[in-house]
């Protein structure tokens, strides 16, 4: 932010609306103080989701910080402001939502990017994987869900009181593991080069998460059937 | 991911309708990362704003400016150079308009350095 910025400057940084802020961010290269002072108002704004977010997961177990994670994803949002699209005439609260789920997903592709071949995070990324790793695609409306689970409803409060029994670093490897859900098949799918990152995280063995993640979902079965 | 059963159990929940139960109920609790518009207002609902410590923007911009001196620091000095501590001390005094640090502030910069400096060393 400036140091030398007026009373009238940051008031008017503060009313800018979002759009506005994220074209000030694009401009970085021509007018750094400005596109600075946008950065911290567009934090302000935005950053209790993703900090109540990551505070709220797994990611502890894996030894992040969640300040970390958060100001890494700002950080990556004002070096690609430009990329945010959004159709124009959108309501505030639409646009909102559009800004929230675009930094998810950077938020995201981050965590992914921690686990991928780890040996590598000092090499600069070949072009296929930087084209991978910005394709920011808007988030649904709603959840693809393949199956109905109306049905199921009652079941989640028996699926909450399991989560909480389980010791920490049983719950937070079943968590952290569900993030990689795949709707198409109905089943989490780790890729093997970030099972193996999240191993050696988790100071273990790609088989072992296999097998405790195995059997996990077994005893969940099983305290379905007896509890509901 | 080995699949732990494809029968129906006896309740009649699939191993697919159990994994979608359980990705369901993670992501109404915020657990897991969003993937609808949806889930981010279930994630906002369920986020107490007054439980979450928000972060000093200084930090981001220390981090920002730090980033942007790196890669200024490609190009080769002809005359020596400021050390790395020297120079982030500048930059961070900067952005905090030359305001001191905060015990808390100082407290959290401590806990990311050792985090930082932890993973520095897992890499090795």
Redesign the interface.
């Known amino acids: 932010m400036r140091e030398n910025a007026t009373v009238a400057e940051k008031l008017a940084t503060q009313a800018a609306d979002d759009l506005d802020l994220l074209l000030r961010m694009t401009f970085k290269d021509e007018n750094r103080g400005d596109a600075e002072a946008a950065l911290v108002e567009f934090f302000r704004r935005y950053q209790t989701t993703l900090l109540g977010f990551a505070e709220k997961n797994g990611f502890r177990a894996l030894g992040w910080s969640p300040d970390d994670f958060v100001l890494r994803t700002f950080e990556k949002a004002f070096e690609k402001a430009g990329s945010f699209k959004a159709p124009s005439g959108l309501s505030p609260e639409k646009l909102r939502l559009k800004i929230q789920s675009w930094l998810f997903q950077i938020a995201k592709n981050e965590f992914l990017m921690e686990f991928r071949r780890p040996e590598r995070k000092q090499e600069a990324l070949t072009q296929k994987e930087q084209e991978e790793a910005e394709v920011q695609n808007p988030l649904p409306e709603k959840a693809p869900e393949r199956f109905d689970l109306s049905a199921l409803k009652s079941k989640k409060a028996a699926v909450r009181t399991f989560l909480e029994a389980l010791p920490e670093t049983d719950s937070e490897m079943l968590v952290i593991s569900m993030n990689f859900y795949d709707f198409k098949t109905g089943k989490a799918h780790i890729p093997d080069d970030i099972l193996t990152g999240l191993a050696n995280s988790m100071g273990t063995t790609p088989e072992s998460i296999k097998t405790k993640r195995g059997r996990l979902l077994r005893k969940l079965e099983e305290y379905l059937e007896t509890k509901t | 991911?080995?699949?732990?059963?494809e029968n129906p159990?006896?309740?009649g929940?699939t191993?697919?309708?159990?994994?979608?139960?359980?990705?369901?109920?993670?992501?109404?609790?915020?657990?897991?990362?969003?993937?609808?518009?949806?889930?981010?207002?279930n994630?906002?609902v369920?986020?107490?704003?007054n439980?979450?410590q928000?972060?000093d923007?200084a930090?981001?911009?220390a981090?920002?400016?730090n980033?942007k001196s790196e890669e200024r620091s490609k190009v080769v000095s002809l005359f020596g150079k400021t050390s790395p501590e020297v120079e982030n001390d500048l930059i961070a005094m900067?952005?905090r308009?030359?305001g001191q640090i905060t015990d808390e502030v100082r407290k959290?910069m401590e806990?990311?350095r050792a985090?930082?400096e932890?993973?520095l060393t897992?890499?090795k």
């Open positions: 991911m080995k699949n732990h059963g159990a006896k309740n929940i191993s697919e309708e159990l994994e979608s139960l359980l990705h369901q109920v993670l992501r109404e609790d915020g657990k897991v990362f969003p993937v609808s518009e949806e889930d981010i207002r994630l906002e369920e986020i107490d704003p439980e979450v928000n972060i923007p930090r981001l911009l981090r920002v400016r980033q900067a952005a308009n030359g959290q806990k990311d985090n930082a932890k993973g897992d890499e």
